[in-house]
């Protein structure tokens, strides 16, 4: 093994050579935006600072003086980091709410809606009949934020219903994006102008309620296919802004307060879970805290 690390690193040597650069660049292209110009200004002055690689250059007066640090952040981020997203199939959906409860990510997302609502709907928006009993002219939507996907699968795995004339063909299946993204883009944007859906309407002791919830944790940058944060996800559908989180150290606290985005969110009224996260968490009284407001 040590006599092939220096074989290695010698024929490295041996194989040097000089590249020319040319003198000046003479690609057209150009970088999209770091974040949108709807972002907050926080986002676009100090997040986007950040992300961009030049977060050594922010004085430390653009940084919050009392510790606490602006949420709902991951929302500006849009990744892009999967050539592949799921595609859903209003004709085969059992609106069982598996793909959505199973979303590392919170992507998937779901609305049920008077029918009136598809008179201002982009052309070719999808939606189906909404398949529950006391619903007259309610239809339904699952909304894929593909530009937030991770090309996980697990939503592709977890469904399901499958077409009866081809095995192969779920509800849900991974197809690739660019050929979709500007359509799904206007999509998202008219299916974040309907109203969410009333709780009181809805039974969330079973899966196929919660799709219907809103998450207050969302976008986050964990692994693709991770175990953990639909539990997350779920708990702050659930509990929403009565949900307070101590959080200890570990992946949690990583992709849970990580800088510069933050994937704990808000609700339109500016609430959200409450969440610390102690450093050092057998020494309490020595810790060092942080906490979102
Ligand atoms: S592929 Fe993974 S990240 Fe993308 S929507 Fe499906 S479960 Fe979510
Ligand atoms: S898991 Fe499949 S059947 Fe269930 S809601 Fe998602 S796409 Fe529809």
Known sequence: MVKQNYLAVDSTLLHLHEVTAKTRVSLQNTFPEIVSSQAPSF???VTAMMMDGHGDDLPVSAIP???????????????NI????????????????NCSFVCPHSVIRSKFYHEEHLQQAPEGFPSAPIN???????????????EDCTGCNLCVEACPAHDPADAERKAINMAAKAPVLEREKENI??????PLNDRTKIDY???????????????SGACAGCGETPYLRTLSQLFGDRLIIANATGCSSIYGGNLPTTPWTTNAEGRGPAWSNSLLKTMPNLAWVCAFR
């Open 43 to 45: 986002v676009r002055n």
């Open 65 to 79: 003086v009392d510790g606490t640090y602006p949420s709902g952040t991951t929302k500006w981020e849009k990744r």
């Open 82 to 97: 999967s050539d592949l997203i799921p595609l859903w199939e209003p004709d085969l959906c059992i609106q069982c709410g």
């Open 132 to 146: 529950a009993r006391g619903f007259p002219e309610t239809r339904y939507t699952l909304q894929v934020y593909v």
């Open 189 to 194: 944007h008219f299916f974040e102008s309907m």
């Open 205 to 219: 002791s079973l899966v196929r309620g919660v799709q219907f919830l809103e998450p207050l944790f969302e976008f």
